[in-house]
């Protein structure tokens, strides 16, 4: 957006894979770690920062950016109609992540968080609004598609949908039917 802005580009579209990242049990754990005043507060941040820290560096290290990041989900773009290898890879390794670190045990008692992640292929529109301070949005099908993907998983489910399977090459990936148009991804071949 920034680069674009700078170029006086104030709108366009382009193709991605979306990936829809939800964590499970962040407003249970938020609740009851601010019920313990500050240092409630301080357990928190380093909860956050020690599980989006690392999900963050996975989506840039495999080439996407996060688009937004609406409380304890964010959605990621990785605009190439080739990533789709690169998406999974960043799903599978968040899904690692939570593996490794999702039962945190503090203090004030022991938190279990877990993750649903929802991925789609299409178009992506973008525009910056506003004449004085600016604001952005990223909206289309491909965030709506990653969305509802999401919606289909449980916790720990990577979950695709009909426009990334019909984008697959035959053998590509493994995967099972889920909910009706929904498929639950298994193995990238």
Sequence with gaps: IAEEFQQKKF???????TLFVDVSGF????????REGSEGAEVLVQILDSIFEPMVDAV??????ISTFP????SAM???ISALPAVLATAEEILSIFARIGERST????????????????????????????AFYFRGLALEGAASAKRNAKPGDI????????????????????????FKFIALH
């Design 11 to 17: 709108e366009g579209t382009f193709a991605a894979f």
């Design 78 to 80: 990785f605009p190439s």
């Design 107 to 134: 203090k004030f008692g022991v938190f279990n968080l877990s993750v649903r992640t929802g991925i789609s292929f299409g178009r992506v529109d973008w525009g910056i609004i506003g004449t004085g301070p600016r």
């Design 71 to 74: 409380g304890d989900a964010f």
């Design 27 to 34: 407003t249970p754990m938020t609740a009851s770690l601010m």
């Design 159 to 182: 979950i695709l949908d009909a426009a990334v399977v019909a984008l697959s090459r035959q053998g590509e990936i493994e995967y099972v039917a889920a909910e009706a148009g929904f």
């Design 60 to 65: 840039y290290r495999h080439g996407g950016f």
